[in-house]
């Protein structure tokens, strides 16, 4: 049986989107324009999408520092 997708905790995607804004210089047109996207829908509806959240992590992961 497949494990249920969970959403990572709110501290963590904020601390993700934060970090990725002051990595901006590092990312591609395509993830500034994502971060960009995502940054003002979390604050106001508290959520990611997995596909979201997942493309966030993999951001965070290989652009931050």
């Known amino acids: 049986m497949s494990k249920v997708w969970e959403p ?3 501290e963590i995607i904020q601390y ?4 990725c804004v002051e990595a ?8 500034r324009g994502f971060i960009e996207d995502i940054g003002p829908k979390y604050d106001q509806y508290g959520k990611l999408t ?6 966030l992590e993999r951001i965070y ?3 931050t520092k």
């Open 8 to 10: 990572r905790d709110p």
């Open 61 to 63: 992961a290989t652009r």
């Open 24 to 31: 901006w210089k590092y990312l591609t047109n395509w993830e």
């Open 50 to 55: 997995e596909p979201q959240e997942r493309a």
């Open 16 to 19: 993700w989107i934060k970090s």
